[in-house]
Every structure is written in C-alpha cells, then in structure tokens.
C-alpha cells in the first residue's frame, strides 16, 4: 500500500485511505464486527492494510481485568477456569507481551484464599511481570492493606497504593480510585493523589505517551450506577498537554470506548462475567448469558506501542 | 345407615375445618404479634443495588438488621462513623446493630457509594 495521497477529492491533503490510517492510530479506528457470532475487534489500519503483516512493535502489554476469584453464582460458576483461558491464551500469543496490568477486582470479597487462588493459576502464565491497581472488590474490609501487601512490594506504592513507572519511553501511571469513597459518589481519587499525579508529570516532554489505568472508568461512563470517577476531570487536567493518553479501566466486565481530544479512554471486558450495558437491567449485577455465549462475553485487551507512532493500538478479544 | 354414615362424615368435617381454622388464626395472631414487636419491621433488604426500605424509623434500643439479596457485596458504612460498620455481605448474609440515641443516621454501601440510606432513631 503506497503512503501517497490518490484521490485528494477535498482538496485538503488528505484522502481517505490516509485519513483511516490517521483515525486508527488516534484511537477512534477500532473496527468492530461479528463473525459467526464472535465479536471481533481490528483497528482500520489492520484492515486497510488487509493481508499485510503487523510491523514489528517496540512494546506490547497486556491487560486483564475483573477476574472476581471466589464468586460462583450463576452468572459464572467457574471463574478460575475462564481466569485460566485467558492465561492460555497470552501464552499462546507468537509474541508475548512484556507485561501485564491488572486493572482490579483480583477477587471477589478480598479473601486471603481467594488471592492465594489468584497468584497460583497466574503461575501458568509465560509472561511474569504484572503491574496492579486494586478493584473495590480487592479492598473490602482493611482498607486495602492486604491487597497493596500482597500487589504493590514491587512498585513502592504512595500513599492507598498509586505509582508511575516507564518503559520503552511510554510513561505509565496506576492509580487508586476505589478508596475512602463518599455516600452518594462515585470512585475518587483525592487530594493526596491528585497532588501526586501533577508532580509526577510535571517534568515530562508533551511528546511522552502516557498510559494511566486505575479500576473504575475515569469519565462518566454511566453515573447513575457509580460508573465514573467524581474528580477523574482534575487527574486529566494535569494530562491535557501531551499529545497521547491513554487511559485503561475495568470495573464494567465489557469493552467501551471513548476519545476526547488526544485522550483515548477504554474499559476491558472480565474474565469472569459480564455486566450489562449501560441503563439496560435494573442493576449493574453480574448479566447472565447462556452458557455457550459466556466466553464471547469475557476477554482481555492488548495494546501496542511503536516508537514513532504517538498513539497506542488497543485491541481486545474475547475467550470463544 | 349410609345417611348417618354421611352426616357423620359432615360432622367429622367439619370440626377438622373448625379446628384448622383455628390453628391457622392462631399462627396469623402469634406472627402479627411478632410483627409489631421488633424484628420484621426493623429488617432492611438490599436488593437490585438499593436499600429497601430506604428510610426506617425506629425506638431507640432496637435492633436494625440488614440483609443481602444481591448476588453482589454490600457494606452498611455510617456516614460520619455513627455505629460500627459491617464487613463486606456476600449474598443472604445478614447484619444488625442496636441502635442508640434518638437521631437520624445516614448510611451507605462503601463498595457502591450511590447505595444510600437513613435510619431514623426515635425516643
């Protein structure tokens, strides 16, 4: 495929083969459709480019989330299986990622057993390095003190638990808005933390990409049933001017997507069971599906970053 | 004799349906008496990510119990830590607290904070 203009039919230095390439690598690209059944994701560039095969990426992770170890209702009476699907499936990858972020709800009622179960099954996993941020599920009775014991020895958490690090050049920001929440809020972040995140970004170049990932959705993805973050708006004030952000959630057990400006929001699906879509049930409990259509519903999402390219290629797939 | 028979059966009947009646009565009383005393009326059910009643009034010194019918946990946290706040209710678990001093207590679920609710606290 030649990168040059063929039909400039606008006049304004872009066609349209140009222009998908462009919406794929801001984000905006992921092209969903259902094949028998299976719900597939492809960013446009990959379906532009048709058969040609991926370029070589400088760094690819992995993200799971919503694995609720110890819950066996109805909606999923064996979630350390699926758990286990999805571990099978990155180790099947040709190229495994250099590493994997949890973004929460480990377990369902943060039980010791249950993060015992956790971290035996994740033995099978090729890939070793992973980075947490904790659900509400994971912190339920001690504040969180078992969890960031257990999750957050490698990363000298500040403060409940949030932390940066780099890799490759990419800045990558976990933080903790499922802590110290209020009667009638939503998740929160808080003043400490806020406070921490302008520091830390403070003496970045704007051309840095930054990931940030955190349990529950940092925009307003339905209110009305706790799904936002009431002071995510601060967080993302302090990220405005870098020309790539994105941002990585779980907490709603399926694949949102959102872009703002040179934001890029999105949520993963579980690897446990599914929530219904937003309004669509009297509550957002577990949806329970027919047994064969559980595994199309559960997944995990993997986002590549090549130097060069200021935007990060987010692709989810399910466990079918 | 086969009208005797009959009657007899009437009668035999009769008195079962008497006597039937009376026992249904008297269990309907004994639950009704139960009502009004404390432990049904004071029972908050959390189901469909909500507290049902939402508001409740209650003498001071009695007990107010919750339970769980969501396949979700839920926590009771006293807004401004007025009474002892539960762990974490997996499903049909339950939790009670006696109440103290007249007032209104504002509570809420700490895992979905949108959860609220009010115990009002009578003399």
Redesign the interface.
């Known amino acids: 495929m030649s990168d040059y203009i063929s039909h400039d039919h606008e006049h304004d230095g872009i066609d349209r083969r140009g222009f998908l390439q462009c919406m794929a690598w801001a984000g905006t690209g992921l092209l969903w459709t259902i094949s028998g059944g299976v719900l597939v994701s492809k960013t446009l560039a990959q379906v532009a480019k048709a058969a040609e095969p991926l370029p070589a990426t400088d760094l690819s992770f992995l993200q799971i989330s919503d694995s609720h170890i110890g819950f066996s209702k109805e909606a999923n009476k064996d979630v350390t299986e699926t758990f286990k699907i999805a571990l099978d499936r990155i180790n099947a990858m040709p190229t495994p990622p250099s590493f994997l972020i949890h973004t929460g709800d480990i377990s369902q009622l943060s039980k010791p057993e249950e993060f015992d179960t956790f971290d035996e099954v994740l033995k099978s996993c090729r890939t070793k390095d992973v980075f947490y941020v904790p659900g509400e599920h994971d912190v339920l009775n001690d504040g969180g003190k078992l969890y960031r014991d257990r999750y957050l020895k490698s990363v000298e958490g500040k403060g409940s638990g949030w932390y940066s690090f780099n890799k490759n050049g990419v800045h990558f920001i976990g933080l903790v808005n499922v802590l110290d929440l209020q009667a009638g809020g939503l998740g929160q972040l808080g003043d400490d933390q806020l406070e921490w995140l302008e520091a830390d970004v403070k003496d970045l170049g704007t051309s840095t990409p930054i990931v940030v990932f955190a349990h529950i959705p940092l925009w307003a993805v339905y209110p009305q049933w706790g799904w936002g973050t009431s002071d995510s708006e601060r967080a993302l004030g302090y990220l405005k001017r870098f020309g790539s952000v994105t941002v990585l959630n779980g907490h709603i057990h399926q694949v949102l997507q959102k872009v703002e400006g040179n934001v890029t929001f999105h949520t993963a699906m579980s690897t446990a069971f599914p929530q219904p879509a937003p309004g669509t049930a009297p509550n957002p409990g577990p949806l329970k599906v027919p047994a064969e259509k559980l595994r199309g519903m559960l997944g995990l999402t993997s986002v590549k970053y090549l130097q060069g390219k200021s935007s990060l290629a987010v692709v989810d797939s399910n466990l079918s | 004799m086969i009208t005797l028979n009959a009657r007899r059966k009437v009668a035999a009947l009769s008195c079962a349906i008497a006597f039937l009646n009376l026992s249904l009565f008297a269990i309907a009383g004994e639950m009704t008496n139960d009502d009004s005393t404390s432990s049904k009326q004071n029972r908050i059910e959390i189901k469909?990510?909500?507290f049902n009643p939402q508001t409740i009034t209650v003498k001071s010194g009695e007990k107010v119990t919750w339970i769980n019918r969501?396949?979700?946990?839920h926590?009771i946290?006293s807004?401004g830590k007025q009474f002892k706040k539960s762990?974490?209710l997996?499903?049909d678990q339950e939790f009670t607290i006696t109440v103290g001093a007249p007032g209104t207590y504002?509570?809420?679920c700490?895992?979905?904070?949108?959860m609220?609710g009010t115990i009002v606290v009578e003399k």
Do not use: Q
């Not at chain 2, 969501?70 to 946990?73: N, S, Y």
């Not at chain 2, 700490?110 to 949108?114: E, G």
């Open positions: 469909d990510f909500a969501d396949e979700e946990p926590t946290v807004v762990t974490a997996d499903t504002d509570y809420f700490s895992v979905h904070p949108k609220t």
